[in-house]
């Protein structure tokens, strides 16, 4: 947070009082946020008058004006009245207001010349000190939830029984010190003493602020820190100095300094502002921290007369897909114009180069935050009135129009309880510290339990009385708050979260609960008028299955907790209570089990062919306005794709047509001299340049791993499944719009799984096409069709890896500009069969890296990429390479394999139609016993079965796709076996038909066909050979064999 160099901040050496004069309230601001004094403050000590409201001195004169005295009377007769005069004994409680007011009268008479009645004086100046200094109160606020202790050191009078009170709420100190009624004043010593000792903090640990020399000597004589008041906002300041760096401006409730490792570069934030905002200010910033900011870190940021929030991504490594700010940012904004209350959204930075990580700043809405969910201090009727306003916030935003408000594609449209089962245990895998038996019991109860029908509207994710701001006055909501879960989902889990808190048990620390409380004597509604008030104003029918989505949300939140533990551990958690929240965890889940078991809900299981029942989730219960219903609708051609998908698919094809086909004779022919091999031929280097200009690059991405369409086009699996068939027909395509194995599927493991830095040094440079990238995981002396069976070793030692291992058919590595491999290897031989592998990123110029030789496929080399036997001896990389974490090499493998095999065995139809396109051509164009071959019973039966097998096999392709947009990789599991089984064999046949069809020149270079065929056999067994997924669909159907007799 330094705005200065420190070393400029310190150099020329000037006094306090100098530097104060010749420093800038910015540079003056910025010293304050660099320097972190080693002395250590306990409590802070303020006078009232002159500090904490406007001095009596000005008072005085608006008096002596008032009454025609010459200026200066009253305060000359203060001081020239000494120790025994009227105003001194009134401060030490010694007389009464009226008998000060006549022998002050006297004084103040004697001093001016002429008559002066004082009766009115004090309520006059009472009057003046109504309205205290709001950057000293700030100051105060801030110091107490800092933790420090605070006082008021003051010399008054009786007020008739008011006190203070009568300026300001006394609870802002901890100790309030009154001359009048300790019988001794400032600058008497006593009274120190007397404020040290209620504070219980010796005099080097405090810091007192005055207006008045003669007391800030007294108290500097005891050893009190001291800081002299002329401007109250410069004071702060100053005394942000003398309690070490804190923050003490700018108060806004629940919010302190920012911590050490949430702090953001002040400068480049306030370049942001001014450039992309339009705010300006001579004022650096002001910036606190939320404390209730769990997740994503929030502040409070004071700029250009704006009061504003920021909230962002937190620092480090995070979990895949987790703190999507940038959602947030688009949801908040869209629902915002459908009557969903929302703060003015100001803007969104994606570029992690300004603070750090992602963020976006929007209004802040002042207003009440309900933390304490029996809402203290109301009555029944204004109890229930919040309540029942919340229930109609939820119900605003359950009535958004997805479409209308251009939310089609933020999340997918049916199957979100299984998508989200799926997901977030997921999450809780990838931050488990420890096993929890509970948690797995709940999980397996839950997949069995899933409800057969879902609604389809925007969910929020985490709606709670704590995320909604309302009105100061009115039981009025005008905020909805931490949008970070949000997406297109089953409103009953909304529902669900913001009634968890009936629930949760009585001593959770983040969340209130009521579980315990006895909410019909306060006017709180109970969860079943709470459920009855929400289905009435939507319209809907009672809800049989609550009981799911109460078991539901506690799996998880117990999920979130987890990975709340698992950042405060690591050093990244936001909240100061993150590591004691992160401990719940286990007792949530077991909550979760407790409502399981006791349940009289039935098992809803009702598999289908390979995968889920559609129609079981299409969300008949559908009350979502508008195109909700078409959650499960497949599509089965290019004209069914959503005008942006179909627009880039025609741009492809067009592309190819245009480009890619006109050029291929001479990029195969450029191949065929020896001595081009290994060299990349200038005209795929000019076609990718073309592709890429055109906005036709990274198309194969999935929308799943880049919700942003950061690295990507944001096509769905199903969307990119025909763009591929197109490549297929002219394999160089893949090539020329950056969409090739292996380096798509290595580049997707870098977009899920990889840290920043890894990114920084291999996925850019590889979606910009400036280096090639290999997959090493088959050995030669192992069946590697079962990976277990790897005996490739990655050991850790020191701060390194040490990689030895003996791969070959290591795609991609003989290409010239191959510069890393995603390299599998076990780390650890003694952990659980599928724990023992980890995947690592291995520099290919690393010393011990040895090409042994290009490996022939039917005597083809696949050149200039290749299939390559590499030796890995004693290669030593960073600890920094590691995908993931030791042992996620098994789930890193899954996550890659299912869209790559998706995009496999669209390009193998793409193979299959240009081989059955050429055999059309052949054998209308050639003449055999009398008549065309086309006119050839056998040929005409060939053609036949080729398009039939082409239609079934895409039809079963797109299913696939269509099921893992869905529901999933691992619900789409079945399908992606029998897909990566049917396609390639169906290649074989049509392309073997389309050869014979050929005769002689059909097994030459020719013609495309046999390339074609060397590379549909080679699937048979790349990605796993054929009897692995015959095994994996016969395994799938017993199992349902079996499930249908229980």
């Given at each position: 947070?330094h ?63 008032k ?27 010694e ?62 009078w ?17 100790v ?10 400032k ?6 003493e ?15 602020l ?9 108290a ?81 940021v ?11 991504k ?19 904004k ?109 999980i ?107 078991a ?30 992160g ?17 009289n ?73 020896e ?79 990889g ?12 979606l ?9 995981m ?85 050149y ?24 996620r ?9 299912g ?27 050639r ?86 065929f ?33």
């Open positions: 947070m705005r200065f160099p420190l070393s400029v901040l310190r150099a020329p050496k000037l006094s306090q009082s100098v530097s104060s004069q010749i420093l800038s309230p910015r540079i003056q601001a910025s010293v304050v946020m660099a320097q972190h004094r080693p002395k250590t403050t306990k409590a802070v000590i303020f006078d009232l008058g002159g500090v904490v409201v406007p001095s009596p001195l000005a008072a005085f004169q608006e008096y002596e004006k009454l025609g005295l010459p200026r200066g009377s009253i305060s000359g007769a203060v001081v020239e009245s000494g120790d025994n005069g009227a105003w001194n004994r009134l401060e030490r409680g007389i009464s207001l009226s008998e000060f007011a006549d022998k002050f009268s006297e004084e103040v008479s004697k001093k001016a010349g002429k008559r002066a009645d004082m009766s009115g004086l004090m309520k006059f100046i009472g009057n003046s000190l109504m309205k205290p200094n709001q950057s000293i109160i700030d100051a105060v606020k801030s110091l107490k939830i800092e933790g420090l202790k605070t006082a008021l050191l003051t010399n008054n009786h007020w008739e029984g008011e006190g203070p009170n009568r300026v300001m709420d006394r609870d802002l100190f901890d309030i010190v009154e001359s009048s009624k300790v019988g001794a004043r600058p008497e010593r006593r009274i120190y007397i404020c040290l000792e209620q504070l219980d903090v010796r005099a080097e640990e405090s810091v007192f005055d207006d008045l020399g003669v007391n800030l000597k007294a500097k004589a005891l050893g009190i820190r001291t800081i002299k008041v002329t401007d109250p906002t410069k004071a702060v300041l100053d005394l942000e100095q003398e309690v070490g760096g804190l923050c003490l401006r700018r108060f806004v409730d629940d919010t302190t300094t920012v911590p050490e490792h949430l702090r953001i570069p002040m400068d480049r934030l306030e370049t942001y502002f001014n450039q992309q905002l339009n705010l300006h200010s001579p004022e650096p910033p002001v910036i606190r921290c939320f404390r209730h900011g769990q997740s994503n870190p929030t502040y409070y004071y700029y250009a007369g704006k009061h504003l929030v920021l909230r962002k937190p620092p480090g490594k995070l979990l895949p897909s987790a703190h999507a700010v940038e959602r947030e940012f688009r949801v908040m869209a629902v915002g114009q459908w009557g969903v209350p929302i703060p003015r959204m100001y803007g969104l930075c994606e570029d992690s180069s300004v603070i750090g990580t992602p963020f976006y700043v929007m209004e802040y809405c002042k207003g009440r935050i309900f933390k304490d969910l029996d809402l203290p201090g109301m009555t029944n009727q204004e109890r229930r009135d919040i309540y029942i306003a919340m229930a109609d916030t939820l119900c605003k935003i359950h009535r958004v129009d997805i479409s209308k408000a251009g939310l089609d594609d933020y999340g997918k449209k049916g199957g979100y309880l299984r998508r989200n089962l799926n997901r977030w245990t997921k999450q809780y895998e990838a931050s488990k510290t420890e096993e929890i038996p509970a948690m797995n019991k709940l397996d109860w839950l997949s069995q339990h899933l409800p057969e029908k879902e609604a389809v509207t925007i969910a929020h994710g985490d709606f709670r009385l704590d995320n909604l701001i309302f009105h100061p006055t009115k039981p009025e909501v005008i905020g909805v708050l931490d949008w970070e879960l949000s997406t297109i989902g089953d409103p009953i889990t909304d529902l669900s979260t913001c009634l968890l808190n009936y629930y949760l048990p009585a001593n959770f620390p983040m969340i209130r609960s009521l579980k315990e409380t006895d909410v019909k004597s306060l006017g709180i509604p109970t969860v079943e008028e709470f459920i009855d008030i929400y289905c009435q104003r939507m319209g809907i029918p009672a809800i049989s299955n609550f009981d799911f989505y109460v539901f949300g506690l799996f998880r939140f117990a999920a979130i907790i987890q990975g709340v533990y698992k950042r405060a551990i690591s050093g990244q958690g936001s909240a100061p209570n993150s590591v004691l929240v401990e719940f965890a286990k007792l949530i889940a077991e909550l979760g089990c407790e409502i399981a078991s006791s349940s809900l039935q098992p809803t299981v009702s598999p289908i062919g390979g995968g889920i029942q559609t129609e079981n989730m299409s969300g008949k219960r559908n009350y979502s306005i508008g195109t909700a219903g078409t959650a499960n609708q497949m599509v089965v051609s290019p004209e069914g794709l959503s005008p942006r998908a179909k627009d880039l698919y025609d741009r492809v094809k067009d592309f190819i047509e245009k480009e890619v086909k006109p050029a291929e004779k001479e990029i195969l022919e450029f191949y065929k001299p001595q081009n091999h290994w060299r990349v031929c200038p005209v795929i280097l000019r076609l990718k340049e073309k592709a890429k200009a055109a906005g036709l690059w990274n198309l194969y991405l999935p929308k799943e791993s880049d919700p942003g369409m950061k690295y990507g086009a944001g096509l769905s699996n199903l969307e990119y499944a025909f763009m591929c068939e197109e490549m297929g027909k002219y394999p160089l395509s893949s090539e020329v719009f950056n969409c090739q194995a292996p380096d798509t599927g290595n580049m997707e493991v870098l977009v899920r799984y840290t920043e830095e890894q990114k920084r040094q291999w996925l850019t440079p590889l910009n096409g400036e280096i090639k990238s290999c997959f090493g088959t050995e030669p002396q192992v069946a590697s069709s079962d990976a277990t069976n790897i005996e490739s070793s990655i050991t850790r030692e020191g701060d390194h890896y040490v990689i030895n291992g003996h791969k070959w058919w290591t795609s991609g590595a003989l290409h010239p500009d191959c510069k890393v491999c995603v390299f599998m290897g076990k780390t650890d031989k003694s952990a659980a069969t599928h724990r023992q592998q980890s995947m690592i990123l291995v520099p290919m110029d690393a010393p011990g890296v040895k090409i042994v030789r290009p490996l022939t496929v039917f005597g083809y080399l696949d200039p990429a290749g299939h390559a036997e590499v030796i890995f001896e004693n290669v030593k990389v960073p600890l920094g390479n590691m995908l993931l974490g030791e042992g090499g098994f789930e890193i493998a899954q996550g890659r394999l869209p790559g095999r998706i995009h496999h065995c669209m390009r193998l139809i793409g193979n299959a139609e240009r081989a059955l396109q050429l055999m059309l051509e052949r054998t209308q164009n003449v055999a016993f009398g008549k065309p071959l086309a006119a050839q019973g056998t040929i005409q039966q060939d053609v036949a079965k080729s398009r039939i097998e082409i239609e079934q096999t895409r039809l079963l392709v797109l299913k696939a796709a269509h099921m893992m947009d869905n529901y999933g990789n691992k619900v789409a599991a079945p399908e992606i076996a029998m897909i990566k089984v049917a396609a390639p064999n169906m290649a074989l046949n049509v392309i073997d038909r389309a050869i014979q069809a050929h005769g002689g020149a059909g097994l030459s270079d020719d013609f495309i066909l046999a390339g074609l060397s590379w549909a056999r080679v699937l048979r067994l790349a990605d796993g050979p054929d009897e692995v997924h015959l095994r994996s669909v016969s395994r799938q159907e017993y199992r349902k064999y079996n499930l249908s007799k229980l």
